[in-house]
């Protein structure tokens, strides 16, 4: 007897909302995407392309969703980091499960409100950690579960941000005035936090963490510098982060934060670009998010592990250290081997390459885990226990924790009992 596909609705209709949507119209016996809620019509209208005419039925806001009552059976929750945990309250109550964007929320205290919520309410929630449904860093935890390292001595991860990446988001972006949303610790890398946590498999206990905002500042402004790359700048045209590069090589951007970016004539981007803030000098920017951060962490299991953040790289590289070998992984290894993994075991010169591919005709994104959590998504929701799937409300507080406590080391300069600091909070 075929089973009924799981039907979901959605709030916050922007770009992961978008891509869910997407990867689930590809598999129609499995998921039926019913009801969508953004203030913004033509995200709606972008929602309504992906999916069979008709089929889709539209809110201007969360508010008259939440009013026509239990739509579907899982709720997509996609809004900005400061409106996550409210409306996913108010969907549990009404009887959703929640398929909830990271982070959870932009403070500790709140995640460990929807956390209890939660638990009272018996619904689940998954958290959209996408790199636990990658094909490496599946490889990865299974290598690691094979014993190819043998216990696991210490963890060593690098986000490299990517530059323009940083400019973009950080800087002129969504995420760059921490107070508005997250701490960049949070907001870029409780991704990595939660890797670490995962592959670790243990209790962390002690967070201390180093960091700065130190390059995207005034003082590093070129001379002559105007207030907008539209203003005449001196350098523009060499400067790495000219907004001019959005009419080129970082067009791509636009299609995040300008409607019909992607397409428009540039003219209509440079005009854009005189009063958008993604026209702003970087150097001249009200952002108050971090450059470049470390986080050194401690483990119950006596691992220990260190997460370095940096705008001044591009992408994740990992290292892991046993006592029977080594394990390298990511995008350093990549450069420079042409493989995705090399594993030297008995600490001598053996070693051995392993490479991941992604399904083919299978979404690429964050390394194939989009495509990884949506082909997870209806078998997380039949483990009798919530929270044993993959990426768990429950397996995501743990998380958050070490990257709520190791902003408050790094504001504070001291180290954090993450005990205590749960307690505290």
């Not at 089973?3 to 129609?28: D, F, H, N, Q, S």
């Not at 203030?39 to 069979?52: F, G, I, T």
């Not at 290598?143 to 390292?149: F, I, K, Q, R, S």
């Not at 760059?176 to 409780?190: F, L, N, Q, T, Y």
Request: proline fraction near 4%.
């Amino acid at each position: 007897m075929p089973k009924t596909p799981l039907t979901l609705a959605a709030i916050g209709c922007g770009g992961r909302v978008r891509t869910y949507t997407e990867l689930a119209a590809t598999m129609p016996d499995r998921y039926r995407v019913v009801a969508a809620a953004d203030p913004d019509p033509s995200r709606l209208q972008l929602m309504e392309k992906l999916l069979p005419v008709g089929s889709l039925r539209t809110f201007a806001s969360d508010r008259e969703l939440f009013a026509a009552g239990k739509l579907a059976d899982i709720l997509m929750i996609g809004t900005q980091d400061a409106y996550h945990v409210q409306p996913c309250i108010e969907a549990m109550r009404l009887g959703y499960d929640v398929l909830l964007e990271k982070p959870i929320a932009t403070n500790f205290a709140e995640v460990r409100a929807l956390e209890l919520e939660a638990a009272r309410l018996g619904r689940r929630v998954l958290i959209c950690h996408v790199l636990r449904y990658t094909p490496f860093y599946t490889l990865v935890k299974s290598l690691l579960d094979e014993g190819v390292v043998g216990k696991i001595a210490t963890i060593n991860a690098v986000e490299g941000v990517a530059p323009f990446h940083q400019a973009h988001s950080f800087v002129r972006g969504h995420w760059g005035v921490v107070e508005k949303s997250s701490p960049m610790i949070i907001a870029k890398c409780c991704h990595d936090l939660d890797i670490i946590s995962w592959l670790a498999d243990a209790p962390c206990e002690q967070v201390s963490s180093f960091g700065s905002l130190d390059y995207f500042n005034v003082a590093h402004a070129p001379a002559g510098a105007p207030a907008r790359c539209t203003d005449g700048c001196p350098v523009a045209g060499t400067c790495s982060y000219d907004a001019h590069h959005y009419l080129g090589k970082e067009r791509h951007w636009l299609q995040w934060v300008f409607k019909g970016g992607i397409e428009a004539d540039d003219e209509s981007v440079r005009e854009w670009l005189r009063t958008s803030p993604w026209g702003r000098c970087v150097y001249h920017c009200d952002n108050t998010a971090v450059d470049r951060q470390t986080v050194n962490l401690s483990f119950a299991n006596a691992i220990t592990a260190n997460l370095t953040m940096t705008a001044f790289d591009n992408g994740r590289s990992l290292e892991i250290r046993g006592t029977k070998g080594v394990l390298l992984g990511g995008n350093a290894v990549k450069r420079f081997t042409g493989h995705d993994i090399a594993v030297t075991t008995h600490h001598d010169s053996q070693t051995t390459y392993h490479d991941v591919t992604v399904k083919e005709g299978a979404y690429q994104g964050h390394g194939g885990g989009d495509f990884g959590l949506m082909d997870a998504l209806d078998q997380e929701w039949q483990k009798p226990n919530s929270a044993d799937m993959r990426s768990s409300l429950q397996r995501s507080v743990e998380s958050h924790a070490m990257g709520f406590a190791a902003e408050v080391a790094r504001v504070e300069k001291r180290v954090i009992n993450l005990r205590a600091y749960r307690t505290e909070v």
